[in-house]
């Protein structure tokens, strides 16, 4: 199977213009023949802690367009959002992965950034996410969640890829890149990560995004500038990873 990621930029608490924008990127990853597209955390705002103008309901307009573009490329497609899942309380940093048939599956974000506000804006998740696309079993995580590897421990044997968006700051990039790496061989799955670039609020990102193999090799990566990042990804490779290497046997 292709995967795709869409580096990209984001229009700040600008949904409309970060949709026009991500439009005919989303069409360059469907033309490449990627089955799975992914976006961005927080990518039709940016990680703006200003929840009053970001956050939408469950079945907002940012989920509309993932829909959307499912439906019109026959694929899916995913990225976060702020969502309001009961009226009152507050959103959560919600990982939309849309399908073209119209199916929606959540994961809510469970690590919430303290560094940044997020605990106190963002309400945390509490169950861990793993879907089959099209026989790959994918499991969804959201940036700050790469910092803490129980997680994806506890979902390694049912899983060949991670799937996990992000927001993550220049000023950190390097530990992005070290994380990334070693989930991807801690767990021998594939990582596929879309991390943004450009500014947004007062900070830099430089992307970095990648698309990382069950022994820790790169095949795509970006940085700095928007990009696409196609490889495949299949399967048998981990399980034949696993089956010559059987490391997470003595976990």
């Known amino acids: 199977m292709k995967v795709a990621v869409v580096q990209h930029d984001i229009a700040w608490e600008d949904r409309d213009a970060t949709f026009a924008r991500l439009r005919p990127q989303v069409a360059a990853a469907a033309g490449a ?10 990518f039709s705002t940016g990680f703006s802690m200003r929840t009053e103008r970001t956050a939408e309901p469950e079945g907002g307009p940012s989920s509309q367009f993932l829909g959307e573009m499912a439906a019109a490329h026959g694929l899916w497609i995913g990225g976060s959002i702020p969502e309001v ?42 169950k861990r996410v793993t879907v089959e696309v099209e026989g790959l079993r994918v ?8 910092r803490f590897a129980d997680d994806w421990w506890a979902v390694a044997e049912d899983t060949d890829a ?23 061989i801690e767990n021998q799955a594939y990582v596929v990560a879309c991390n943004r670039v450009g500014q947004g609020g007062k900070l830099a990102y430089a992307g970095d995004s990648a698309i990382i193999d069950p022994l820790g090799e790169v095949l795509a990566a970006g940085s700095r500038t928007e990009a696409l990042l196609v490889a495949d990804v299949d399967p048998a490779r981990v399980a034949a990873v696993r089956a010559e290497f059987p490391f997470l046997a003595d976990r």
């Open 85 to 126: 899942a009961a009226a009152g309380e507050q959103p959560y940093n919600t990982f939309v992965l849309a399908g073209p048939d119209g199916t929606q599956h959540r994961y809510r974000k469970i690590h919430r950034f303290g560094y940044g506000g997020e605990d106190r804006t963002f309400a945390a998740g509490a």
């Open 33 to 42: 023949g990627a089955r799975i597209v992914l976006l961005s955390e927080t």
């Open 162 to 184: 991670y799937l996990c968006v992000a927001n993550w700051p220049e000023a950190r990039r390097h530990h992005w890149q070290a994380l990334l790496l070693a989930r991807a």
């Open 139 to 146: 499991s969804l995580f959201v940036c700050y969640d790469l």
